[in-house]
Every structure is written in structure tokens, then in C-alpha cells.
């Protein structure tokens, strides 16, 4: 008789076989308590949607408050006081 796997083979198998059954009872438990208790789920999908929709509107307030810093230290916003042009040609002589 030959063998074409290796134990380890064989115990990577096992591991991703018992993480799946693992998540696919956690997935049922879930579906069971939402088909028991479906108000309080959906208060608690509402809390989840607007933690994360407060989460994203900071994020994106951060990101332009950032982009404005950018633009007063790069000068974007407008014409620069007290800029010399140095021209080389000036010093030849």
C-alpha cells in the first residue's frame, strides 16, 4: 500500500476541518437566534451600522483636515510672499 500525503498533510487537513465546522455552527447558532429574537438583532445591526458610519465620517474628516495641513505647508493654496528668484547668470561676469 502506498501513501501519497504526509502527516502533515493529514494535520493541516484536520485543522481547517474543524476551524470550518466550528464557524459553520457558529453560523447556524446565529441564524437560530435571529429567527428567535429578530428586534433585538435588529437594534443591534442598527448600533453596528452607526458605529461604523461614525467611524467612516471621522476617518474622513481626519483625511481633510490632513489634505488642508498638505496644502498650507506646500503653498497649494495661493501665491507665496517673500519668494526670491535666484537667477546664476546674475554672478557671471
Do not use: W
Amino acid at each position: 500500500m502506498f501513501r501519497f500525503h504526509s502527516s502533515q498533510f493529514s494535520q493541516a487537513t484536520k485543522g481547517i476541518a474543524s476551524g470550518v465546522l466550528t464557524a459553520g455552527i457558529a453560523l447556524l447558532c446565529f441564524g437560530g437566534l435571529i429567527i428567535a429574537l429578530p428586534a433585538v438583532f435588529i437594534f443591534i445591526a442598527a448600533g453596528f451600522f452607526f458605529l461604523i458610519g461614525m467611524s467612516v465620517v471621522g476617518y474622513a474628516i481626519r483625511l481633510f483636515l490632513t489634505a488642508h495641513q498638505m496644502d498650507k505647508a506646500t503653498g497649494a493654496g495661493g501665491d507665496r510672499e517673500n519668494v526670491r528668484i535666484h537667477d546664476p547668470s546674475d554672478h557671471i561676469s
